[in-house]
């Protein structure tokens, strides 16, 4: 089994005075509280990639969040140690609100109204996962699974039709491009891999695409990004030839999204989407202050963005709320696209955050300090209730600084 990496850490109080005594603190670094990895989809080949790409820009503190697992923390605990990176644990699923999506009420998905982005950060590593977790996580999984099996059978009935030299496999996908879980994304990796390596002519790709599309391809089909995108966008997106709509049971209430973040030793924490992909702000997320108060009122205290994808001074405005209502704040990059962007997060433009990066900072030294605590079988940020402990986030944020900077001195 593996170990903590808080197994040689001091008690609470000696840690603290170790730190008091360091003449060189950790000053203000840049912090990654939200990736996706291979177990997952992802921009990196390997873990080990994601971890050199952060380390070479600077990041000291990265998050591992993977879409209804956590089959990558054994790996990514071991190279982040190599790397002297602190790792973050967590993971991403999808929520559901049916009240939400009857009443076109979207969150922080703008093409689903009702669907709920929803993380937990901080979770306890070695995991001790009750059984209604497993069976939770189990269920989805094989939900999941089902839809993209009865997507590929669709996009090979579509392909015999149009273009019959080439057909998926769900078991050569699964072996060769990712480490276990196929989803949407991997199909039109898949499919742009196929379609490129049959067809060395550009013409031939060209005309290859207008056959599978019926109509002339848009993008760059030299750029496999936008290929991929396309792919995606025109085969498998809602109402398209190989679209399958995901069962009830790939979701979760958000109440049983928040108890199985719990379970983990977890923070149930917000992705907040703001103006995001499309420029727009949705239904549920428009008024800030409104936005807190709901989440608060639902026990979620902590809020992570996304800013690659927030113009800066609509991003500025969430986080001068969000701080106001002393919810938690992370930011994260995702990856969990073919776009391989900068680890360091930046928001759209890569307009740099100035004094916002403090927030950050303490963010995730809050979650550390949660990881640390929770490990000692003390209470952190959050109980196993999910109620706000009567713990200042101020303190929180000392001992998580301390926590960093401990791991970060060890052999």
Request: glycine share 6%; charged share 25%; with cysteine.
């Amino acid at each position: 089994m593996a170990s903590s990496i808080f197994e040689y850490y001091p008690d609470i109080e000696k840690l603290m005075s170790w730190y008091r005594t360091q003449e060189k603190k950790l000053n203000i670094a840049d912090t990654n509280l939200h990736i996706h990895t291979p177990y997952s989809f992802s921009a990196f080949d390997n873990i080990s990639q994601a971890i050199r790409f952060a380390h070479e820009q600077g990041v000291i503190v990265l998050g591992i969040s993977d879409f209804n697992t956590t089959k990558g923390y054994d790996e990514f605990t071991k190279e982040c140690k190599n790397t002297k990176i602190f790792p973050a644990y967590g993971m991403e699923t999808i929520a559901l609100s049916t009240e939400d999506q009857k009443n076109g009420i979207r969150w922080n998905d703008p093409s689903n109204p009702g669907r709920i982005y929803f993380c937990g950060k901080a979770f306890k590593y070695p995991l001790l996962i009750n059984d209604n977790t497993k069976n939770t996580l189990s269920r989805i999984a094989d939900a999941l699974e089902t839809q993209v099996q009865q997507m590929i059978i669709k996009l090979n009935e579509h392909l015999k039709k149009v273009l019959p030299e080439i057909q998926l496999d769900y078991s050569y996908i699964r072996d060769t491009l990712t480490t276990g879980t196929v989803r949407e994304r991997h199909l039109a990796k898949a499919l742009q891999l196929a379609i490129t390596q049959k067809f060395s002519d550009t013409n031939d790709i060209s005309k290859a695409l207008a056959k599978i599309y019926g109509k002339e391809s848009q993008v760059d089909i030299a750029n496999s990004v936008k290929l991929q995108d396309e792919l995606r966008s025109n085969l498998l997106k809602a109402g398209k030839v190989a679209f399958v709509e995901e069962s009830p049971s790939a979701y979760l209430s958000m109440n049983e999204a928040k108890s199985v973040m719990l379970d983990m030793g977890g923070i149930p924490c917000y992705p907040v989407l703001a103006d995001g992909t499309k420029g727009e702000l949705t239904e549920a997320e428009k008024d800030p202050e409104a936005l807190c108060d709901m989440l608060i009122s639902k026990g979620i205290y902590c809020a992570e963005f996304i800013p690659t994808r927030n113009d800066f001074e609509i991003f500025k405005k969430y986080i001068s709320v969000f701080k106001s209502k002393d919810i938690a704040i992370t930011v994260g990059t995702e990856h969990n696209t073919p776009l391989m962007e900068p680890m360091s997060p930046k928001c759209k433009g890569g307009i740099d955050f100035g004094d916002l990066k403090e927030i950050f900072w303490k963010g995730a030294c809050l979650i550390s300090a949660h990881q640390y605590l929770t490990s000692k079988g003390l209470a952190g940020f959050v109980d196993a209730l999910g109620n706000r402990t009567d713990m200042a986030k101020e303190r929180l944020e000392s001992i998580g600084e301390a926590v960093i900077a401990y791991y970060l001195s060890m052999d």
